[in-house]
């Protein structure tokens, strides 16, 4: 695998940021606020083209403007706020923007971490930090969501609808590969999630892919859980995973079930990844677009702020993402399982936890050195 642009420490990045609808400009506002810390902090700048595309821009345009996809393809990543309106039927613009470029960039490794953070209360009373730490790898571009199939006599009494699910060799082995690649720099242990009982002929590609590659990876132990069983040992023994590989559907499903047990899907972060780097890798918080609450100030930025350390370490900022990530935990820490408060307020904190003590100038000379970052991006 030949990566098309390297992540460089220090640089100019080039990054998009699409607020997008409902309250996705109030945690993207927050995210760039905590951005601008950490370029104070650590001497790398970005160069940001903010994107129209959402909902407003659909329906002024009817549909999606190819030129605005062209100018995302441009930057280095992109910062996603939400999709989603009343304004449009549920799913248009999911299919239409978001699917669409996951579909045209290759992101073909969706990641989830699911970790409690400290002063988090998670509905798992039981369970501690140490016990809720994974990472999901769903693979992006195939299984249900690739809109194949079709219907019959919609309407009527005899209507038949299908959906099928597209499962590549391919698409298969290069995100299992990702997973153990993964897996390497945390607890060396990759289990796979499916249904290979009933779900015979993708299953089993799953099954034997996930055999073979992980041949290749003798010091990785390995274990199969039904994805049933696997949402059950979730909730009553998630310390039992450190990387979870599955399809695009099961991924879907049991990362916003972890996002339940961490502690709400409002501190959950996701990566939408081109690991070859050919084309912008993209980052989103896992909520929607809350529009009941749009406009209110209230919406939760912790999972865009995450968003945005997952973005910087992608893009080999690793102090800054690390930096960020304590930010945060420190933020958790003091609020102590009470609301979030104010979308600002909550911004403007973790953005001053960031900025911390006095560290020394660049001209100094930059150490280079950073503490190992909680992601793993080759």
Known sequence: MTDCRDAETGATHHVGVLPGDGIGPEVVAAAVQVLDAAESRWYFRTRRSWSPLGTTAYLEHGGVEQQEVDRLAETDAVLLGAIGDPRLPAGVLERELLLRLRREFDLYANLRPVRLRPGVLSPLRSV??????????????????????????????????????????????????????????????????????VLEYAGGLWQRRFDAIAAEYPDIATAYVHVDAACLYLVTDPGRYDVVVTDNLFGDIFSDLGAGIQGGIGLSASANLDPTRCAPSLFEPIHGSAPDIAGRGVADPVGAILSLALLLDFLGEKDAAQGISDAVDDHLLARAGGPSGATVEVGADIAARVVGPSVPSPLAGRTETSAPSRYFFP
């Open 128 to 197: 501690t930090p140490a016990e809720c730490d994974l990472l999901v790898v769903r693979e992006n571009t195939e299984s249900l969501y690739c809109n194949a199939g079709g219907a019959v006599h919609v309407g009527g009494t005899a209507e038949i609808a299908t959906q099928e699910s597209i499962n590549s060799r391919h698409a298969v082995d290069r995100v299992l590969r990702f997973a153990f690649e993964a897996a390497l720099e945390r607890r060396r242990h990759v289990t796979l999630v499916h249904k290979v009982n």
